[in-house]
């Protein structure tokens, strides 16, 4: 074998393994983990057993392949490939591709300078927070969004997150940084790296 073709099978072979090994970690397998553990919280959410005694962990492997698999009914319109990491301790970041036309078009006032004139198309957006949760109730505060790797203004991050978390109970849709109360009588998520516990 030449030094060429040593070199060649040196640098692709590991490049090859690590992409069948992230591969290897989104699998219907772990989306199926992912919702039986979800269906488990809310069963436990419905029992009158003492708060703080059940924790129930969750993998970011988990979510991501619920994501892949499972989640694309459910997400809204104009949102796709969504995917989480669990940095740790407590700080995620949430990456998705995002259709920022209806958006652009809605919003432009069709001045030369205006953000929403400029903007358009699918787009990967990237959020990094920190998500803090406390006697059943969370808050998600953002440290960094960017739009393609371009900065992007938390004004213009709201609207985004207003898009597409309207809802006919809430035609407000949701604020960055507001509270909320946590579901199934979670009292904390504990987030390290790779996974969150949710505590009930």
Known sequence: MSHRARWIV????PVL??????AATVSPQSADAFAAKVELIRRQGDTSEKAGARRTPLTQDELNSWF??????LLPEGVTQPQITAVGPGQLSGQAVVDLGAIGKR??????FDPWSLIGGRVPLTVTGILHTR????RFEVQSAEVSGVPLPKAVLQELV???SRTPERPEGLRLD?????PASIREIEVGQGQAVVVQ
Do not use: E, I
């Not at 040196?10 to 072979?13: E, G, P, R, S």
């Not at 507001?178 to 946590?182: K, N, S, Y």
């Open 10 to 13: 040196a640098t692709v072979l």
């Open 107 to 112: 919003r432009s006032t069709g001045r030369l």
């Open 135 to 138: 006697d059943g109730m969370g």
């Open 178 to 182: 507001g509270t909320f109360a946590l």
């Open 68 to 73: 892949t698999y499972r989640a694309q009914p």
């Open 17 to 22: 393994a690590l992409a069948s090994l992230r």
């Open 162 to 164: 207003t898009q597409y």
